[in-house]
């Protein structure tokens, strides 16, 4: 497993990160906008689950002044899957369809 693939795991494993990426599924959010949907959460704290997933490629930031707009990256997640999740996905489901 790349070093790469150990931060992106890494990052997937909190679920307050995993709550943000769902969050920034349909759309970039700025910094302040995501702090306010964690009220539990200082903003300091968002910001360091933020810059977790950033190193870990799952974030792209776009700064416009102060502003700084938080947009998912796929990529990391997609290579994951690929690696991972599908080829035993596709291995049981035709194990099950055999028992049939």
Do not use: C
């Not at 070093?3 to 349909?26: C, H, P, Q």
């Not at 910094?31 to 910001?47: C, E, H, I, N, Q």
Request: glycine share 8%.
């Amino acid at each position: 497993m790349s070093v790469d693939d150990e931060k992106v795991w890494g990052a997937l494993a909190n679920s307050t990160r995993r709550d943000i990426l769902d969050r920034l599924r349909d759309g970039g959010q700025t910094t302040g906008a995501l702090a306010k949907d964690f009220p539990d959460l200082s903003r300091w704290a968002v910001m360091q689950h933020l810059g977790v997933l950033e190193e870990a490629g799952l974030l792209i930031v776009r700064r416009e002044g102060r502003q700084r707009f938080n947009f998912l990256n796929p990529v990391p997640i997609e290579r994951i899957y690929r690696r991972w999740m599908h080829p035993f996905a596709s291995r049981m489901a035709a194990e099950m369809l055999a028992l049939e």
